[in-house]
């Protein structure tokens, strides 16, 4: 049997990164669960229609990372329980644009809150070092488009 070359798991940046963004996500999702009732992909798919004037499955899975499935039942489930409407996009009748409902807006106008607040937290529990994390966090996303 061969021998594997030496690696150091705990020390490899990717795998720390994919872990600590599950636990943060984790967290965050366990807030508006309990209280909202509504899933980490419902969550993203509200959070993205909440930042512009209407958005397509297709913009929110290319944003995301999420399996085009994925965003597509959360947005019908979203749809069912009243947070957001589906309408023919008018200059490609093959895509939906997703608003928000008054429903949508008002569940918006309390959860976004939450998600500032979460921020704070994780700010003031990371103090100096938030500022490095944000910085290569933002060269990482940028060299990655």
Do not use: C
Not at 75 to 87: F, P, T
């Amino acid at each position: 049997m061969n021998q594997l070359p030496p690696f150091d798991l705990a020390g490899f940046s990717a795998y720390r990164l994919t872990v600590a963004a599950q636990k943060l996500s984790d967290a965050f999702a366990r807030q508006y669960r309990d209280q909202f009732g509504i899933s980490n992909p419902e969550w993203r798919v509200l959070v993205h229609i909440s930042q512009s004037d209407g958005t397509s499955i297709r913009d929110i899975e290319a944003r995301v990372a999420m399996e085009k499935s994925k965003v597509s039942r959360a947005a019908k489930r979203l749809e069912q329980a009243g947070y957001i409407s589906k309408q023919i996009n008018k200059t490609d009748r093959r895509l939906l644009h997703l608003h928000l409902t008054s429903k949508g807006q008002n569940l918006m106008t309390e959860l976004l809150p939450l998600a500032d607040r979460f921020q704070q937290e994780m700010e003031t529990r990371l103090g100096k070092a938030f500022k490095g994390l944000e910085a290569g966090l933002d060269k990482i996303l940028e060299d990655q488009e």
